[in-house]
């Protein structure tokens, strides 16, 4: 659908909060998104300019809209989930959690409690309710008729001290259903009614002058409150929360996840989310927070994330802590998202490093043949742009040798040449720099190059191969964003290496570590204060209004043709005015 077939059904789109879906023309469901303004969301695909050629591929792809009307904004997101969740649209986020979850049985068929993480926290969790709770773990027919007939003798469970009898009547229905309550409450990580529960039971052997029962009591308590302070990170009254935090790295997302009941962490999760159309942090995070909660079955009425969001769940508090014990458990989620990442990548370098000099041999001779290179790949760089929300672009190179990270050769590059947001013109840039440095100081050059990024970067790298005179010395190879495509200049069909192929995955290494690398420099560069665009430079204009609008028109050039009106709608008419008053005069100029 073109800009201008859009146009003619734009005024059947209303203004009025929804959600629509794209389908291409053999009927597939493409993408489904939520809006606050119907129209306005869905212009914005065909008026805007977008760098990440995978939604450009969607507008391409696009012969039909429909959409729905909803009542809010809030039952919007509540119905996109679903449906994202129902058909799985290939332009939709992904997220990546095929982990199956254990649950305990309390009752078989009737009531389950979890899921929980892990199996390891499974048996942990059941070794420390036997220690405490005592209940049987036969599986006699305890039906009333046949106890009074007196057909059970207790076992040595009961003389150990791990039963209470009830198949000789020694314990009764309702004391066993006080157990079972106990049990539920420490799955639950609600230990204070269970250390309240033998505190009682405690006194009552003390009235009963039973002192020994009553020190065996005394321990299970101290062991609870030993177990309990071991769990409780930040305070003991704090409510039922879930906390969140989001790691991005390039087109993946990290998202962790704390289940806390009155202070104590009872669940820790982290998913992997796969975004398909540069959706930002904000836009990832809420679709990440309805699935796990429903994936531990979370009734916790507060969310505590990291950033203020656009998210709206009836009976939920939405809460972005500045310090206390809730900001001790936002940084203590960002400590483990970060941890996990750092692992993942560790894995995979480990994988490699691990591998003997001819088995690492053997996976650069399959990667020389798979994409028939002229010469064995023992050097292999890869490049990949980087910019925030449209803004603040930057570069990075990574350079494996031998199949392995070569960290002393690792590049970041501040864009000098090109204004604006310029993939293509960033990557000529960067690649020419590099290599014409190379060649000035007679350094060895790479067997295979890698660009990070669709036709348009690869072309524009091969025009800087080609102006130092490189064409032949050099192989130059594109990989698409997401599909793992790999394509050369001028090819029409792409080369799809096997999913599990070692060529594939030293590939995907490469990727991301350049990943890595980049995002973790344009950081740097941002929490230092180094980036200032243009639009700060306006006069009456801040840096939280600067990023306001980059994030809603995705860059300084989008900004610069949106009309008075629309700006007025979102930072207000005097900010409005001394906007459009200096893009108006540079033009002028």
């Not at 004391?175 to 106990?182: I, R, T």
């Not at 990170?233 to 289940?259: E, Q, R, W």
């Not at 310090?323 to 480990?350: H, M, P, Q």
């Not at 000529?428 to 290599?435: S, T």
């Amino acid at each position: 659908m073109t800009a201008k077939e859009f146009q003619q059904i734009a005024d059947r789109i209303p203004h009025l909060p929804g959600i629509y879906k794209y389908f291409d023309s053999g009927e597939e469901l493409l993408y489904v998104g939520k809006a606050k303004d119907l129209r306005k969301r869905t212009s914005s695909y065909f008026t805007k300019t977008f760098t990440n050629y995978k939604t450009h591929e969607l507008v391409q792809r696009i012969n039909r809209i429909e959409f729905t009307i909803t009542d809010s904004e809030a039952d919007a997101f509540l119905l996109e989930n679903a449906l994202i969740k129902q058909f799985k649209p290939r332009f939709n986020i992904d997220l990546k959690d095929d982990k199956s979850f254990p649950y305990i049985v309390i009752k078989k068929g009737s009531e389950y409690l979890g899921p929980f993480t892990s199996v390891a926290k499974v048996r942990e969790l059941l070794t420390f309710i036997k220690q405490n709770v005592a209940l049987r773990t036969c599986k006699l027919n305890l039906a009333s008729t046949n106890i009074e007939k007196g057909k059970f003798k207790v076992c040595l469970e009961y003389h150990l001290g791990n039963c209470k009898g009830p198949c000789e009547a020694f314990q009764n229905e309702q004391e066993y259903a006080d157990a079972l309550q106990q049990v539920r409450n420490i799955l639950k990580g609600n230990i204070q009614p269970v250390i309240q529960h033998f505190k009682n039971e405690m006194l009552q052997h003390a009235a009963n002058l039973n002192f020994e029962k009553a020190e065996w009591v005394r321990k299970k308590i101290d062991h609870l409150e030993n177990y309990q302070a071991k769990s409780v990170i930040v305070s003991k009254h704090l409510s039922n929360v879930d906390v969140f935090t989001i790691l991005k790295d390039g087109d993946t997302a990290y998202v962790n996840y704390l289940m806390v009941n009155n202070g104590t962490i009872v669940q820790t999760h982290t998913v992997r989310v796969e975004t398909k159309l540069e959706e930002s942090e904000e836009e990832v995070l809420p679709l990440a927070i309805v699935q796990l909660r429903e994936t531990f079955n979370s009734l916790a009425s507060e969310v505590i994330v990291p950033f203020e969001l656009d998210f709206e769940l009836e009976g939920i508090t939405v809460t972005v802590p500045k310090a206390g014990d809730k900001k001790k458990l936002l940084d203590l989620s960002a400590k483990n998202v970060n941890y996990f990442t750092e692992e993942l990548r560790k894995k995979k370098i480990l994988q490699l490093e691990g591998k003997t000099d001819s088995q690492k041999k053997e996976v650069l001779y399959q990667l020389q043949q798979d994409l028939q290179l002229s010469e064995v790949p023992v050097h292999i760089e890869c490049f990949d742009n980087s910019n925030f929300q449209g803004s603040y672009p930057v570069s990075a190179m990574v350079c494996f040798r031998e199949g392995v990270p070569s960290k002393k050769d690792y590049r970041h590059f501040n864009v000098k040449t090109v204004e604006g947001i310029n993939d293509f013109a960033t990557m000529k840039e960067v690649v020419f720099r590099r290599y014409s440095r190379l060649v000035k100081e007679e350094q060895g050059l790479p067997q295979l190059i890698i660009i990070d990024g669709g036709k348009g970067q690869l072309n524009a790298a091969m025009e800087s191969i080609e102006e130092l005179n490189l064409v032949g010395k050099v192989t130059v190879v594109g990989l698409a964003k997401n599909e793992e495509e790999l394509f050369f200049q001028g090819d029409k069909q792409s080369i799809k290496l096997p999913w599990d192929s070692e060529s594939l995955k030293l590939i995907r290494r490469v990727r991301d570590e350049v990943h890595r690398f980049g995002i973790n420099f344009h950081r740097q560069k941002r929490s230092s204060g180094t980036f200032k665009n243009e639009l700060e430079n306006i006069k009456g204009i801040g840096k939280a209004t600067a990023e306001q609008l980059l994030k809603e028109f995705r860059s300084v050039k989008n900004i610069q043709n949106i009309q008075e009106e629309e700006l007025t709608k979102l930072v207000g008419l005097s900010k409005a005015k001394k906007i459009t008053e200096h893009f108006a005069a540079r033009k002028t100029v």
